[in-house]
């Protein structure tokens, strides 16, 4: 296991089609996060899960917006109808609990980039 | 909105020279991380610091903590052309849950 993959790297789709994105975390990594970056912003933080939960999902940007990590390995995002402020860099990253809540950094996948047109 | 607030948005150096960015937050954290970007790639971990802690060192990479100001600083030292990229604090302000929060980035470049 080399680090976190994403898939597809790159996705062109037409306004209004739905898109789905996939995660495979590093495989021991309980925590899996998803983001969206914008041209010149950093990472804005979308949704987490611990195993197969889904503990934060109020910052999903619409209701177009899923996410599932259904056995508690790999992710998906689902994005539907999309529209082209949807256009961005799609992030995912794992990490371990460490001893303390927040000792542990983030693994980051190399994102999937979406453009809509 | 987003926690940290890197400054300066961007910065332009000769290779050598050192290199000084700055974060800002605003809500108390546990800890601190930096990270880099290189252009059109995921983000990749460099150092934490906790807030217990006031400075760090990890090679040419030197972070200040300063938790009564809110603020934390990234010097690279001696910087060479492949250290271009840019630069993003996290820090971690959801209560509850660990989330890394990230700022704007400071974009980096360094002339060889």
């Known amino acids: 296991d080399t680090g976190v993959s994403q898939d597809p790297r790159h996705k062109i789709t037409k306004r209004g089609q739905n898109v789905t994105f996939r995660c495979d975390p590093i495989?021991?990594?309980?925590?899996l996060y998803w983001y969206r970056q914008t041209l010149g912003q950093g990472p804005e933080f979308l949704t987490y899960?611990?195993?197969?939960?889904?503990?934060?999902k109020s910052r999903l940007l619409s209701d177009r917006f899923s996410a599932e990590r259904p056995k508690g390995s790999f992710s998906t995002l689902e994005i539907q109808r999309t529209e082209q402020g949807d256009s961005a860099m799609y992030l995912c990253?794992?990490?371990?609990?460490?001893?303390?809540?927040?000792?542990?950094?983030?693994?980051f996948g190399q994102g999937t980039r979406l453009t809509v047109v | 909105s987003q926690q940290g607030e890197e400054d300066p948005q961007a910065l332009s150096i000769q290779e050598g020279e050192n290199a000084t960015m700055n974060c800002s937050y605003k809500?108390?954290?546990?800890?601190l991380q930096w990270y880099r970007q290189n252009s059109g790639r995921g983000l990749v971990h460099l150092i934490l610091?906790?807030?217990?802690?006031r400075e760090k060192h990890s090679g040419r990479l030197r972070v200040t903590l300063d938790t009564s100001k809110k603020s934390s600083s990234l010097l690279i030292t001696a910087s060479r052309a492949a250290d271009t990229a840019s630069y993003f604090c996290?820090?971690?302000?959801?209560?509850?849950?660990?989330?890394?929060?990230f700022g704007r980035g400071t974009s980096l470049i360094v002339h060889p």
């Open positions: 899960f611990q195993n197969e939960a889904q503990l934060e």
């Open positions: 996290a820090t971690d302000p959801f209560r509850g849950s660990y989330i890394p929060t």
């Open positions: 809500t108390s954290i546990n800890n």
């Open positions: 610091i906790r807030s217990n802690e």
């Open positions: 990253a794992s990490t371990i609990p460490g001893g303390k809540r927040s000792d542990t950094e983030a693994f």
């Open positions: 495989s021991e990594h309980n925590r």
